[in-house]
């Protein structure tokens, strides 16, 4: 631990306007790991900023290889937590893939992912896309574009593939959602095929993010999803274009979350406390003061430690912008959101999301009760460890009593039908009546037998 950066922090502790008491910490040397994504930025404002040293933690910020590997890491202990897929957490209590109870107490945030295609699959797209006036593609650009390009492949015999980053993940789900709004079927999971392209005219497969845009120029995969600066790199490179953002699919959608097994927080639960603290000072820093502090976030994210890309790159999308094509730059003010719209809250609603796209494509095979959605939920996404975490940093005046929902039961606002690109509203209280009202997917009591769909 570097001694200025300690005396530095101690300092700032120490002249706080209402210092709390420190909590009596179970455990103070602790190990996270992320993924090379723009997302993780709470961790690495957390540790630069000396917030977890405020809270007296001392963490090592260790980059993972995949997705699998930092799971099994938080499993096995190696890691304390870790910034993870939503769906993570949610996979491995319920028991898909690996069985492990895994809980959050912190939302890391909102947003921040997109779809790319090829330059050669866009200029197939391009004679279905509507134009503006100014005769640039008008977005939200919908996958009823895709589909005849689609239906070409597969009239010539050719796989049409995509890449995302994991089954359990945002990106798989999103780009499900993208396929699926627009007419395209993205295949079924089943017990006995895990591949998830039962019935698929889409083949979706799992590529590592930092290698999403180079699999792609091979040829390998002709688009994915992915989270930033993936997607901007393949306008960098000149090899893609995003032909949607997750903003323009689902507005202020729920993003990654911080993971820690649930016998980690039972056995530290003032640990738990206190790195929540540091991570949601980080997210109030990244957006307070309309992002006055995303320039400096940007040049953090570049180094070598954390995301590593070009920083014009990471700069194009944490900064307000997107740009689609080359020069095509359009204002996307809320593309990253850390803190507003209260992001870091774990709501029950969007982990009951991620359950119910789970069942909509055969991961979770068999039909279940509302109520088994909601205690599903309920014993992942932890609200009881982030309010109390967001009362001491009220109580310390190192945060605003009027950002947090205090009286919330865990669920948000149905989301507006005009939210969503395909027109269908969600509300996590009903989910399966959500189920019924999307034109594909599992629903009611059906099932996948071989490779087709019974009731």
Not at 5 to 30: F, G, V
Not at 340 to 349: C, G, K, L, V
Not at 422 to 444: F, M
């Given at each position: 631990?570097?001694?200025l950066k300690w005396?530095?922090?101690?300092?700032?502790?120490?002249?706080?306007?209402?210092?709390?008491?420190?909590?009596?910490?179970?455990?103070?040397?602790?190990?996270?790991?992320?993924?090379?994504?723009?997302?993780?930025?709470?961790?690495?404002?957390?540790?630069?900023?000396?917030?977890?040293?405020?809270?007296?933690?001392?963490?090592?910020?260790?980059?993972?290889?995949?997705?699998?590997?930092?799971?099994?890491?938080?499993?096995?202990?190696?890691?304390?937590?870790?910034?993870?897929?939503?769906?993570?957490?949610?996979?491995?209590t319920i028991g898909?893939?690996?069985?492990?109870?895994?809980?959050?107490?912190?939302?890391?945030?909102?947003?921040?992912?997109?779809?790319?295609?090829?330059?050669?699959?866009?200029?197939?797209?391009?004679?279905?896309?509507?134009?503006?006036?100014?005769?640039?593609?008008?977005?939200?650009?919908?996958?009823?574009?895709?589909?005849?390009?689609?239906?070409?492949?597969?009239?010539?015999?050719?796989?049409?593939?995509?890449?995302?980053?994991?089954?359990?993940?945002?990106?798989?789900?999103?780009?499900?959602?993208?396929?699926?709004?627009?007419?395209?079927?993205?295949?079924?999971?089943?017990?006995?095929?895990v591949s998830g392209?039962?019935?698929?005219?889409?083949?979706?497969?799992?590529?590592?993010?930092?290698?999403?845009?180079?699999?792609?120029?091979?040829?390998?995969?002709?688009?994915?999803?992915?989270?930033?600066?993936?997607?901007?790199?393949?306008?960098?490179?000149?090899?893609?274009?995003?032909?949607?953002?997750?903003?323009?699919?689902?507005?202020?959608?729920?993003?990654?979350?911080?993971?820690?097994?649930?016998?980690?927080?039972?056995?530290?639960?003032?640990?738990?406390?206190?790195?929540?603290?540091?991570?949601?000072?980080?997210?109030?820093?990244?957006?307070?003061?309309?992002?006055?502090?995303?320039?400096?976030?940007?040049?953090?994210?570049?180094?070598?430690?954390?995301?590593?890309?070009?920083?014009?790159?990471?700069?194009?999308?944490?900064?307000?912008?997107?740009?689609?094509?080359?020069?095509?730059?359009?204002?996307?003010?809320?593309?990253?959101?850390?803190?507003?719209?209260?992001?870091?809250?774990?709501?029950?609603?969007?982990?009951?999301?991620?359950?119910?796209?789970?069942?909509?494509?055969?991961?979770?095979?068999?039909?279940?009760?509302?109520?088994?959605?909601?205690?599903?939920?309920?014993?992942?996404?932890?609200?009881?460890?982030?309010?109390?975490?967001?009362?001491?940093?009220?109580?310390?005046?190192?945060?605003?009593?009027?950002?947090?929902?205090?009286?919330?039961?865990?669920?948000?606002?149905?989301?507006?039908?005009?939210?969503?690109?395909?027109?269908?509203?969600?509300?996590?209280?009903?989910?399966?009546?959500?189920?019924?009202?999307?034109?594909?997917?599992?629903?009611?009591?059906?099932?996948?037998?071989?490779?087709?769909?019974?009731?």
């Amino acid at each position: 631990m570097n001694t200025l950066k300690w005396l530095l922090a101690s300092s700032i502790l120490c002249t706080s306007p209402a210092m709390a008491e420190m909590l009596d910490l179970e455990k103070d040397e602790l190990t996270f790991g992320f993924i090379k994504l723009t997302d993780m930025a709470p961790l690495a404002v957390a540790y630069e900023n000396g917030y977890f040293e405020d809270e007296g933690l001392f963490v090592r910020l260790e980059a993972q290889a995949n997705w699998k590997v930092l799971l099994d890491g938080v499993i096995d202990g190696q890691l304390d937590g870790a910034h993870m897929l939503a769906g993570q957490p949610l996979a491995a209590t319920i028991g898909y893939g690996t069985k492990a109870h895994i809980v959050t107490p912190f939302s890391m945030d909102l947003n921040g992912n997109g779809i790319t295609v090829s330059n050669d699959i866009w200029e197939q797209m391009r004679p279905h896309v509507p134009l503006m006036e100014d005769g640039r593609p008008q977005h939200p650009i919908s996958a009823a574009s895709l589909a005849p390009v689609v239906e070409e492949y597969k009239d010539q015999g050719v796989p049409f593939n995509m890449g995302m980053v994991f089954p359990v993940s945002t990106h798989n789900y999103e780009l499900r959602y993208w396929l699926a709004a627009g007419g395209i079927e993205p295949g079924y999971y089943s017990p006995e095929d895990v591949s998830g392209q039962i019935g698929a005219d889409v083949f979706l497969s799992v590529t590592p993010p930092p290698q999403m845009p180079s699999t792609m120029e091979a040829g390998t995969i002709f688009g994915y999803s992915v989270g930033e600066p993936w997607n901007q790199q393949a306008v960098f490179k000149g090899i893609g274009v995003p032909v949607i953002t997750d903003y323009e699919l689902w507005r202020n959608n729920p993003e990654k979350v911080f993971g820690l097994s649930a016998e980690f927080t039972k056995e530290n639960p003032n640990t738990t406390i206190a790195l929540t603290k540091a991570l949601i000072r980080a997210a109030i820093w990244l957006d307070e003061n309309n992002n006055a502090n995303r320039e400096e976030a940007v040049e953090i994210l570049a180094r070598s430690e954390y995301v590593g890309a070009d920083a014009d790159v990471i700069a194009n999308s944490m900064t307000g912008t997107f740009e689609y094509e080359k020069g095509d730059v359009r204002d996307v003010p809320d593309f990253n959101v850390f803190f507003r719209y209260n992001a870091t809250y774990p709501f029950y609603s969007d982990a009951i999301w991620y359950l119910s796209q789970m069942r909509r494509w055969g991961q979770i095979a068999e039909p279940k009760s509302d109520e088994w959605f909601v205690e599903t939920a309920q014993s992942v996404y932890r609200p009881d460890i982030y309010l109390q975490a967001a009362r001491l940093l009220v109580d310390e005046e190192l945060a605003n009593e009027a950002d947090f929902p205090w009286d919330s039961d865990g669920f948000k606002a149905p989301t507006p039908a005009a939210d969503v690109i395909d027109g269908i509203g969600y509300d996590g209280r009903t989910p399966n009546a959500y189920l019924e009202s999307l034109p594909i997917g599992l629903k009611g009591d059906q099932v996948i037998a071989g490779s087709n769909i019974q009731n």
